[in-house]
């Protein structure tokens, strides 16, 4: 039986596609749509009508107050931190839990840059499937990983794959964290306390608080349907607890971002005035000892 988790990394990368129809795009992506399956590739035509685009968004927001824009920002976040250690110098990249993520291909700066993609194996070959359609082949710089975080060795299987820790790898966990256990959280935590010091990490949580029902943040369906019905978002963290967890691993917390900070660097100088969702940040990490 397919892992429910596998189902849910369409809606983010068609809210990426039907973005490339605005006047300015957060993230350039001209691989976001073709990547999708046919279903996705549909909906995502759609939105090159603004009435399309404004009611996929009204919808998304009713069930995630601002998580439209939160999609957008996070990876805008993440393939911009990215460049930044690209430019300094990186071995390798390691995306885990990649979905149909386009940063393999979106991003000019990887170019050459020896990237494994780390998905559960039902994804993994459904972004197999959607290479071999789009560019005929899966790129010889990338390499796909079928991997459950739950139940498999992710060192083995990565070291097997010739992405070992013995490189300065920038590392990307986006979107992946709520839909662990917290031993699962820590034993991919406790792989990268092996990563060679100078590597990065960039990765997403969702709020302890918001899981617990204490606050919903305006995202009362999405807790409905994700935490109560489903059972898929398991394990949170407050903001000030991911300092100490990192250290626990080896990590030093560089930046965490959330609502404000998107508003700041992404949205207002695009021209948008658009809610941000609260019930997720992004932290970027460094390795030091």
Not at 2 to 30: F, K, R, W
Not at 51 to 79: E, H, M, N, Q
Not at 94 to 99: E, K, P, S
Not at 168 to 195: D, G, H, N
Request: glycine share 6%.
């Amino acid at each position: 039986m397919a892992n429910p988790a596998a189902q849910t990394a369409l809606g983010p990368m068609i809210v990426v596609a039907a973005d490339q129809y605005e006047s300015v795009p957060l993230l350039h992506d001209p691989w976001a749509a073709q990547l999708l399956p046919a279903t996705g590739r549909f909906v995502a035509a759609l939105t090159r009508w603004s009435p399309v685009r404004s009611a996929l968004k009204s919808a998304t927001d009713r069930k995630i107050s601002g998580g439209w824009a939160s999609f957008l920002c996070r990876k805008r976040y993440i393939d911009d931190r990215l460049r930044e250690d690209i430019a300094k110098g990186v071995d390798a990249v390691v995306i885990l839990g990649a979905g149909y993520d386009t940063r393999a291909f979106r991003l000019p700066e990887l170019a050459g840059i020896p990237l494994c993609e780390v998905d559960l194996p039902s994804n993994t070959a459904r972004k197999a499937a959607a290479l071999h359609r789009t560019f005929g082949r899966i790129p010889p710089a990338v390499t796909l990983l079928p991997v459950d975080f739950e139940t498999d060795d992710l060192a083995e299987e990565l070291q097997c794959a010739g992405f070992g820790p013995q490189r300065r790898t920038f590392y990307v966990w986006e979107a992946v964290t709520q839909y662990l256990t917290e031993p699962a959280v820590r034993q991919t935590l406790a792989y990268l306390a092996q990563a060679e010091p100078g590597s990065r990490l960039a990765f997403t949580f969702v709020r302890d608080d918001f899981l617990a029902g204490w606050h919903t943040y305006g995202a009362d369906g999405a807790r409905r349907q994700f935490v109560v019905k489903r059972g898929l978002w398991r394990f949170g963290l407050q903001p000030d607890d991911v300092a100490p967890l990192l250290a626990e691993y080896g990590w030093r917390e560089v930046d965490q971002v959330g609502p404000a900070e998107y508003a700041d660097r992404y949205l207002r100088p695009a021209g948008r005035d658009a809610a941000v969702s609260e019930i997720e940040r992004a932290v970027y990490a460094e390795r030091i000892s």
